[in-house]
């Protein structure tokens, strides 16, 4: 906590000097100041909006795979809070991307419980990230290894088994970058408490999926089923909108 508050004390008083320095240079060329923007790069929420954006370009790449066959999935009313739809394609892609770069968040005097979910949501994104690049890993040796036949009777099957779940994945890969994102632009507002426990279990999902899609394990029935657990997570414990639509 010392060194965040370092950190955002150091950032605070470099935008102080910058806008002081602009309007004197300004006054020297017009008689109108307006101060450029600054956006702060070292608090965790700034941190891990910059990560998200490089997942959801790693997860681009995923989706370029001629061989993965997007699918359709049901609508999460979080998503059209974010104007993006359920279908994973790269439009949405690039919105949910242009949401990180964009957004400046409030980062100067934060609650410490605020702080502290960040710190949880940057622990599903980075379980979330490793399951990516371990899923990405293994899509990679095993297209090889089936291109050149080294892949027995059983080993193909398991392939073919991953052909068919990956997209399955990836939805529920996309859907968690929606929810971080919902819960980072609506932080202030949001009911702290409530969400915890569920953030704590979806971290849990994102670990042992990481951990299945692994070269080492390749268990993709195992990945099916928490990927669906993903979803129905998100979907019923983690969407802020539902209760809105419940007491309706």
């Known amino acids: 906590d010392g060194d965040i508050f370092l950190m955002e004390a150091a950032e605070v008083l470099f935008y102080v000097v910058f806008n002081v320095i602009t309007k004197l240079d300004s006054a020297c060329c017009s008689d109108h100041f307006q101060p450029l923007s600054y956006k702060t790069q070292f608090h965790p929420t700034s941190?891990?909006?910059?990560?998200?954006?490089?997942?959801?370009?790693?997860?681009?790449?995923?989706?370029?795979?001629?061989?993965?066959?997007?699918?359709?999935?049901?609508?999460?009313?979080?998503?059209?809070?974010?104007?993006?739809?359920?279908?994973?394609?790269?439009?949405?892609?690039?919105?949910?991307?242009?949401?990180?770069?964009?957004?400046?968040?409030?980062?100067?005097?934060?609650?410490?419980?605020?702080?502290?979910?960040?710190?949880?949501?940057?622990?599903?994104?980075?379980?979330?990230?490793?399951?990516?690049?371990?899923?990405?890993?293994?899509?990679?040796?095993?297209?090889?290894?089936?291109?050149?036949?080294?892949?027995?009777?059983?080993?193909?099957?398991?392939?073919?088994?991953?052909?068919?779940?990956?997209?399955?994945?990836?939805?529920?890969?996309?859907?968690?970058q929606v929810f971080l994102i919902w819960s980072i632009l609506h932080l202030s507002t949001l009911q702290i408490d409530k969400y915890v426990k569920p953030v704590k279990k979806l971290m849990t999902l994102w670990e042992n999926v990481c951990v299945n899609v692994s070269l080492a394990k390749n268990k993709w029935d195992v990945v099916l089923s928490l990927a669906n657990e993903v979803q129905e997570l998100l979907e019923t414990k983690l969407n802020p909108l539902r209760d809105e639509q419940l007491n309706q």
Not at 94 to 116: A, G, I
Not at 138 to 167: H, Y
């Open 47 to 176: 941190i891990l909006l910059s990560n998200i954006d490089s997942s959801l370009k790693l997860l681009e790449t995923l989706c370029s795979k001629p061989e993965i066959k997007l699918m359709e999935v049901r609508e999460f009313s979080f998503c059209k809070s974010l104007g993006v739809k359920t279908d994973l394609n790269c439009d949405n892609l690039h919105l949910l991307e242009s949401q990180c770069t964009d957004f400046h968040p409030d980062t100067v005097h934060r609650p410490k419980s605020e702080v502290d979910h960040v710190r949880r949501l940057a622990l599903v994104h980075g379980a979330v990230f490793r399951s990516m690049e371990n899923t990405l890993e293994t899509w990679r040796v095993k297209t090889e290894e089936f291109a050149t036949k080294k892949l027995r009777s059983r080993q193909r099957a398991t392939f073919n088994r991953m052909l068919t779940i990956v997209p399955v994945l990836l939805v529920s890969m996309y859907l968690t």
